[in-house]
Every structure is written in structure tokens, then in C-alpha cells.
């Protein structure tokens, strides 16, 4: 096989590859995201012609120069709000859009949450380094609480915004979390989104070993993990720790851990990712290593609901066949005009 071959097979890596020299600090856990994306690509039955990420801006917004398929570096905070049109356009293809925390909830906060409730058919992947990054080291919408950086000398004394419990407010169909240390993980999750039909997001925690290296090593680093990170898998008992002996009960509407020894595995929550309703996986997102001494990763939420794309379509040729074509001159015509001289 001739290495021409080997980059026009899709179940190859470098045929997702760009030819772009990938420009992160070393060392920085979007590599490995690229990496996981890359790779997950090579299982799916796409090509690159029909596939399209869309950016806005900061470090994370690099993406789309390095997946060797068409892409977009769009504008801060926007990428949902341009990617939506691209999904309504051309229903055909496979619409990503990636940003970080800054870009996907500080300037594009609306942006975000819009495309989610609208259900458009797009996935997203929101990189979490709790930092903004690419302009050296500010606070983020998502740094806790005393953060000390160059925009908070003194500490933050902003509440942070939960990105799960964001998405599972809007109304998201899915919902998902994973990290930057685990790749069977990231490509099993973003597989997962992939295959919903609707507005996917996937947090995803990453390191910025420049601005922020270690914000999740109370929950990541080898000797804290199995202990720390609660695994959600769909009709299971929710069951963590290193000896699996905690699990999560609900206690009056909110999830809590508990010893499994004291209540025993019966009343433990059963993760139901298809609840009609978001609110036994609002409560499972609320639980964070602050809070709860353990994070939950894995699938929140995934139920099916009425497409964006699909109903604008839908509505189209509806118009279409009672009213006729339209004429896009007529329109600009009709009603109060002026003439400028």
C-alpha cells in the first residue's frame, strides 16, 4: 500500500490529518483531544467533504486548521450562531463547532444556550481549562471562586458557571462530560454525541499547563482518579470509589454520596439518561469535587426531540406548496420602501 492510499482511506488517521503544524504550548491537553478526534474519525462512516468544524476564538478555536475537512475560524463567541446557519443550509452535513470556556459562556453565552434550546443538529465541544488562555491568563466563566489571576489580583469573586448545568437549563438533549487524560473515553463520548440527532455538548476538562497546569488534579492525577471520579453509565447503579464502595442517593431532590455499607446498593440512584425530564441529571451535574468530593463523567442526559433543521425545512415546503416559489426581489419591494438619491 502506497502512502497515498493510506492518507485516502478514511479509516486511517491521516486522512483526517491537516498538513498544518499544530501551534499549542507543549505539553497543553489539546493535543490529546486532537488526537481522541482524529482517531474517533476513523471509525465513523463520513468523509472529510461532508464534515465541517466551526470555531470562534482562543487556543481551542486552532481546531479546525488541524482536522483535514472543511472549516471555519469564525468570530469570538459566534461559532454557534454561524454554525446554525451552515446546519440549516446544508442539513447534509456534519456540523461541529468548538470554543473554549471564555468563547462558548462569557461573549457567547447566548449564543450558546440559543442553539441548544433550538435543538439545532450540531455538536459541540466546549474545551474547559477554567482560563482564558490565548490572551495570557485572565479569569474565566468557569474559575472558581478566589482564583487569583492578572484580572483578579485579589482573587474572583464571581460564582462560576457550571457549563453542564448550563446545558441541562437550556434544554439540551444531550449533554456530556469528559478530560483531556483518558482518550478511549473522549472517542467512546464523542462518538456518543455524534450519533444524536440534535444540539450536542461535550465539556470537556483540559489542562493549561501555562496559565492554569493542574486545575483538575484533584480529581485526575493517577492516584486520585478511581476514587474521585464518579463514571455515569446509562440503567446502572451510580457506584465510585477506588473500592467502589460510595454511590449517589437522591436526598430530598438532590444528589448526594453516601457509603454503600450504611444504605446498601438498592436505594443508590440508577442513572436513567433518557428521563424525559432534566432534572435527576441537573442534580447528579451539581455534585463537583468542591462540593461533593467527587465529579461525574459520562453521559448526562440523551432524549430525542423535535430537530431545528428539520422543522425549518419542514415549514419551507409547506410554504412552498400553498403559497409557490418565492421571489426574493418582491420581498425587498413590498411594503415601505425608500429611494436614496
Not at 472529510?48 to 486552532?62: H, K, L, P, W, Y
Not at 477554567?130 to 466563566?141: A, C, E, F, M, N
Not at 415546503?317 to 425608500?338: C, F, I, K, M, Y
Request: one cysteine or more.
Amino acid at each position: 500500500m502506497t502512502s497515498t492510499e493510506v492518507i485516502l482511506d478514511p479509516t486511517k488517521r491521516g486522512y483526517w490529518t491537516s498538513d498544518q503544524d499544530v501551534r499549542w504550548c507543549p505539553g497543553c491537553g489539546d493535543y490529546g483531544i486532537l488526537a481522541a478526534m482524529q482517531m474517533m474519525h476513523t471509525d465513523l462512516d463520513v468523509k472529510r467533504e461532508d464534515t465541517v468544524f466551526v470555531s470562534g476564538i482562543g487556543c481551542a478555536a486552532r481546531f479546525p486548521y488541524y482536522m483535514s475537512t472543511y472549516g471555519m475560524h469564525s468570530i469570538h463567541g459566534r461559532a454557534p450562531a454561524i454554525a446554525t446557519g451552515l446546519a440549516v443550509a446544508r442539513p447534509d452535513l456534519h456540523v461541529w463547532v468548538v470554543g473554549g470556556d471564555g468563547d462558548m459562556l462569557s461573549i457567547g453565552g447566548n449564543h450558546l444556550i440559543h442553539a441548544l434550546r433550538r435543538n439545532v443538529n450540531m455538536t459541540i465541544l466546549l474545551f474547559n481549562n477554567r482560563i482564558y488562555g490565548l490572551t495570557k491568563g485572565q479569569y474565566s466563566p468557569t474559575s472558581e471562586v478566589g482564583k487569583v489571576t492578572k484580572s483578579t489580583p485579589m482573587g474572583s469573586i464571581d460564582q462560576p458557571f457550571n457549563p453542564i448545568s448550563v446545558a441541562l437549563g437550556a434544554g439540551a438533549t444531550f449533554v456530556a462530560r469528559t478530560h483531556d487524560l483518558d482518550r478511549k473515553h473522549m472517542m467512546a463520548t464523542f462518538r456518543r454525541a455524534h450519533e444524536h440527532r440534535g444540539a450536542a455538548l461535550v465539556e470537556i476538562y483540559q489542562n493549561c499547563n501555562v496559565f492554569n497546569d493542574g486545575a483538575y488534579d484533584n480529581i485526575l492525577k493517577r492516584d486520585v482518579r478511581d476514587d474521585r471520579l464518579i463514571d455515569l453509565v446509562h440503567g446502572e447503579p451510580i457506584v465510585f470509589g477506588a473500592e467502589r464502595e460510595k454511590g449517589i442517593m437522591l436526598v430530598d431532590g438532590e444528589a448526594t454520596v453516601v457509603q454503600i455499607a450504611d444504605v446498601g446498593t438498592d436505594a443508590l440512584l440508577v442513572h436513567d439518561e433518557t428521563r424525559p425530564e432534566p432534572t435527576v441529571s441537573f442534580a447528579i451535574g451539581r455534585l463537583t469535587e468542591e462540593a461533593a468530593g467527587a465529579t461525574p463523567v459520562g453521559v448526562f442526559r440523551s432524549v430525542e426531540a423535535p430537530e431545528y433543521v428539520g422543522a425549518v425545512n419542514d415549514q419551507l415546503v409547506a410554504a412552498n406548496a400553498e403559497q409557490g416559489p418565492g421571489d426574493l426581489g418582491a420581498l425587498l419591494r413590498s411594503g415601505a420602501t425608500w429611494t436614496v438619491d
